[in-house]
């Protein structure tokens, strides 16, 4: 039975893989509905080297698994001119050094008014990547955005390509994406039986709740470090009024019933936590 919805529209797709289990369900139903990929069809993946050990290894198996090529790349600059680099699960980054590299160009860090390490790591170095490498000038870009969260599709880049949401589209909501991972022979390591992933992305992104970074710092110190040094390397916060040290400080010396108080820490995505 055909799925329309998953049907590869004219002209050069781009497939945007996050490392997480929403864009992977997106591009297995696009193999499935389309008998793979056509040369005109790039998946892209790219690496901040923030990302937890299990999403690289994930986005790895997936390669493996559907026998399919999944470009990784990454942020570069030389001689003050910003490029891409073509990486793979063996050489990739992974204690920061693409986002060090912009945080140093920037001399601030990004914060909730000023978002652009999603805008710089991921979009513009995917964009440099399907423009100089493969001279691309238009383009679709397949998102892995699903029905319970529509409110976060955009319906116009200003750029060069245009938005394509085949899981808003679909209706697909977090429990297909979860049912369908349940059914598999490989997952998401990070995930919890709950199907959220409170790990991926970047581990101690500024835009996850409280209580995801207080359970960070408490699970994973080692993590922590790389955003305490970034603080004290330029001279303040990735969001105001929250030093890192300070919260991770906290966060480790609480007990771990505290984490499962409701209230106790806020629960708010996306910069809403107050106070």
């Not at 999603?118 to 000038?137: D, H």
């Not at 969260?149 to 200003?158: F, I, Q, V, W, Y």
Request: charged residues 30%; contains cysteine.
């Amino acid at each position: 039975m055909t799925n329309t919805y998953y049907k590869l529209p004219e002209g050069n797709i781009q497939i945007s893989f996050s490392g997480g289990r929403t864009s992977a369900y997106m591009l297995h139903q696009i193999l499935e509905e389309n008998g793979g990929l056509p040369e005109r069809a790039e998946v892209l993946f790219a690496n901040t080297g923030r990302e937890m050990p299990e999403t690289l290894d994930f986005v790895n198996e997936c390669a493996n698994a559907w026998g399919i090529r999944i470009t990784w790349l990454e942020y570069t600059r030389t001689n003050n001119k910003v490029g891409y680099e073509v990486v793979s699960h063996n050489s990739a980054a992974r204690n920061g050094e693409p986002f060090e590299l912009l945080i140093d160009s920037r001399k601030y860090l990004p914060n909730i008014a000023a978002r652009f390490c999603t805008t710089e790591l991921k979009v513009l170095t995917m964009k440099r990547y399907l423009t100089k490498e493969l001279g691309w000038k238009n383009w679709t870009a397949a998102v892995g955005i699903r029905a319970d969260e529509a409110h976060r599709a955009k319906t116009d880049s200003k750029d060069r390509w245009t938005y394509w949401y085949p899981l808003k589209d679909a209706g697909v909501d977090k429990k297909d994406v979860i049912a369908f991972w349940d059914k598999q022979k490989f997952n998401l390591k990070l995930a919890t039986a709950a199907g959220v992933t409170p790990k991926g992305n970047c581990d101690m992104c500024f835009l996850k709740s409280e209580g995801v970074l207080a359970a960070m710092s408490k699970e994973h110190p080692e993590r922590a470090q790389w955003w305490i040094d970034m603080e004290k390397k330029i001279g303040s916060t990735f969001r105001d009024g929250r030093n890192m040290e300070n919260f991770v400080d906290f966060a480790q010396r609480q007990q771990d019933w505290i984490f499962e108080e409701e209230g106790y820490f806020c629960q708010k995505d996306d910069g809403e936590c107050l106070g």
